[in-house]
Nanobody
């Protein structure tokens, strides 16, 4: 069992930056792929960025490519999402999710989410 806790959300002006953190419990965390998703008001949840167990492979949604960076520190059981050049359309609740089998499609554990609001 893995518990995920997101933090780092907040209110920021367009063009600004935020760094989200996803802290996990459980010794198996370092073997899990982790991804960030987001859900904007009135929209479906969408994939934002993912990272494999070692950090050696990352992938991004086209909408955030070049602006967001996902990374992990397995010694701290934490995954980060550095978000730069934020836009109002990035406003959403951001969730991290764990993929124990590194499938990149099946996420068994989810955090409670952290709100990101970007003002224009």
């Amino acid at each position: 069992q893995v518990q995920l806790v997101e933090s780092g959300g907040g209110l920021v002006q367009a063009g600004g930056s935020l760094r989200l953190s996803c802290a996990a419990s459980g010794r198996a965390f370092s073997s899990y792929a982790i991804a960030w998703f987001r859900r904007a008001p009135g929209k479906e949840r969408e994939f934002v960025a993912g990272i494999n167990w070692s950090g050696g492979s990352t992938h991004y949604a086209d909408s955030v490519k070049g602006r967001f960076t996902i990374s992990r520190d397995n010694a701290k059981n934490t995954v980060y999402l550095q978000m730069n050049s934020l836009k109002p359309e990035d406003t959403a609740v951001y969730y991290c999710a764990a993929d124990p089998l590194n499938t990149a499609v099946r996420y068994d554990y989810w955090g409670q989410g952290t709100q990101v609001t970007v003002s224009s």
